[in-house]
């Protein structure tokens, strides 16, 4: 009787787990189909009235995988070796099949946000329910600058790695894998050595729970530490021997920043403190008129809104909310871009870790609430129409980050 009864009560767990995985292959194929039609369609009509069809960089990429790379000595002058291959390169693979130019970088696009977001989820499946990563990644679609994983950026395919890395950490539990995603993100965005640092902590802490002895860990830090920092490296390898200069990417790159890092360098407390009462004595109606400033505002919201959403621990909660509220206020005050870097290295990074790094509990979490499934929606919406607004501006040659 018991074994019949533990028998209906498998059945009945394995029921519940194929409903909860199609519950969750609904949420996520209707809210990415709504995601990228939104933007074709926006896209197609600001083209159609004249937009630029690679605007900012975008056009840089494109420069790269048509023409390759040059550099002319001056760090002052905006040049492509300010961006790195790995995606220029992958546009210039789909070139090689007789693709047009917009619609190869639009493939590249597309298919690293659609891998990215099924890696994500596979990731944060290890951990929840189907149904709740679900959400997550809706809510990741959602926020406002995820624009940036769409429009030929390299942010797309820095978001396939990074969810490929969460997937091979957290559902392969394969440490060289996750090495090998933080390299390659690390020929994508520079931001791929977060990766690196993140691959290094989750290894003591594999550690410190038992999975591994100590001495194990050692081994595979000093075997695979390298993988996980080689994008980065091969690139600088590369650009040592084209231009000869080993660290020619960072000095581009100040070289650019020179006038931000020299203001602040110069009177640091006084530029703090200017932008700190520029951000909080905005006339609520000058606030909503520039877009980029209400989308920050929605990004917050999305950001600090996720584990509350997916999650139910008030400390992990609250920790994640002043953390990323500090993080905000700093970034906001020294006056760095914001948008899309906070949307896509580092609010990304911060919430998967908040939520997928406490173990998987016993029994997996019930169906989400009707009025959690209400305000997801909510926000999904908001942020859809603050991305097409974006896209206006973007494809007219209009900041938006």
């Not at 946000?113 to 709740?132: D, N, P, Q, V, Y």
């Not at 075997?223 to 040592?240: C, E, K, Q």
């Not at 914001?338 to 998987?360: Q, S």
Request: some cysteine; overall charge positive; aromatic content about 12%.
């Amino acid at each position: 009787m018991l074994q019949a009864d533990m028998g209906m009560s498998a059945a009945g767990s394995g029921l519940t787990d194929a409903g909860d995985r199609r519950r969750a292959l609904a949420i996520l194929a209707g809210a990415f189909a709504c995601w990228v039609i939104g933007f074709l369609v926006v896209r197609a009509s600001v083209l159609a009235g004249g937009g630029h069809t690679l605007p900012w960089d975008s056009s840089w990429y494109a420069q790269i995988a048509t023409r390759g790379y040059s550099f002319d000595g001056d760090l002052m002058r905006q040049h492509p070796v300010a961006f790195l291959p790995l995606f220029p390169l992958l546009v210039r693979g789909v070139l090689a099949v007789g693709v047009p130019l917009p619609l190869a970088v639009l493939t590249v696009s597309l298919a690293s946000a659609a891998g990215g977001m099924l890696f994500l989820h596979s990731a944060l499946s290890s951990r929840f329910s189907a149904t709740w990563s679900a959400l997550a990644c809706v809510l990741v679609m959602a926020g406002p600058f995820s624009l940036y994983f769409l429009n030929g950026y390299s942010e797309a395919l820095y978001f396939l790695f990074f969810g490929a890395f969460w997937w091979a950490l957290l559902r392969r539990e394969d440490f060289a894998l996750a090495a090998l995603c933080a390299g390659l993100a690390g020929a994508v965005r520079p931001f791929g050595l977060v990766l690196a640092a993140v691959w290094l902590a989750a290894l003591a802490l594999h550690a410190y729970r038992g999975r591994v002895t100590w001495r194990r860990a050692l081994l595979v830090a000093a075997g695979f530490l390298p993988l996980a920092v080689s994008g980065l490296l091969a690139v600088s390898l590369f650009y040592y021997l084209q231009f000869g200069d080993l660290a020619l990417y960072r000095n581009v790159m100040m070289g650019w920043s020179r006038d931000l890092i020299d203001g602040i360098e110069l009177h640091p407390l006084q530029v703090l403190l200017e932008r700190l009462q520029a951000a909080f004595h905005l006339e609520f109606e000058a606030l909503l008129a520039f877009p980029p400033n209400l989308a920050r505002l929605l990004l917050w919201a999305f950001v600090l809104l996720l584990p509350v959403v997916v999650r139910r621990l008030p400390l992990e909660i609250a920790l994640y909310g002043i953390g990323l509220a500090l993080f905000c206020i700093g970034v906001t005050t020294t006056g760095v871009d914001l948008g899309r870097h906070l949307a896509t290295n580092i609010a990304l990074p911060l919430a998967a870790l908040w939520l997928i790094w406490p173990p998987r509990p016993a029994s997996a979490p019930a169906a989400p609430a009707s009025w959690r499934l209400a305000l997801v929606a909510l926000l999904f919406s908001c942020g859809l129409a603050v991305q097409a607004m974006f896209c206006v501006r973007y494809f007219h040659g209009q900041w938006v980050s």
